[in-house]
């Protein structure tokens, strides 16, 4: 684990929690409310909130260990947006998708969760990129 390992996790946990909180709080929060057999209420699950806290670092740690892993030598910004629909692949479009077959949640509330999500992860990409660039010698 190098410097450069540890500043882009913290990095990347900081905006994705806080992109998290973005979509799924202040986006979604008053859909999820109308949903209260489906999702906690605000007041129950803030006392899981370390859960959530270690699964965006465990989150984080494993999406900076993959890209540094993976990059090649071309430009970062395209390299980090695929990386970003890589993810999203792999992750919130299948998860959301999933979710929406099992549980009686309207389509429109798994588009904008696969919208939200995918957007972040775009996002967290370009970050990851950006500070895992080349740089010239």
Do not use: C
Not at 26 to 33: I, N, Q, V
Not at 63 to 76: A, C, H, L, M, T
């Amino acid at each position: 684990m190098n410097k450069n390992f540890l500043i882009s996790w913290v990095a990347i946990f900081v905006v994705w929690m806080a992109g998290s909180f973005a979509v799924h709080a202040a986006w979604l929060g008053d859909t999820y409310a109308g949903f209260p057999n489906l999702y906690r209420s605000e007041t129950d699950s803030a006392q899981y909130m370390y859960l959530m806290l270690l699964a965006h670092v465990v989150m984080s740690a494993a999406f900076v260990w993959i890209y540094q892993r993976g990059k090649e030598n071309k430009p970062w910004v395209a390299q980090g947006l695929r990386y970003g629909v890589a993810i999203a692949l792999l992750a919130p479009i299948p998860m959301y998708t999933i979710y929406f077959v099992v549980q009686p949640m309207p389509a429109s509330l798994a588009v904008q969760q696969i919208i939200g999500d995918t957007v972040l992860l775009l996002i967290l990409g370009v970050i990851a990129a950006f500070l895992n660039r080349a740089t010239s010698a």
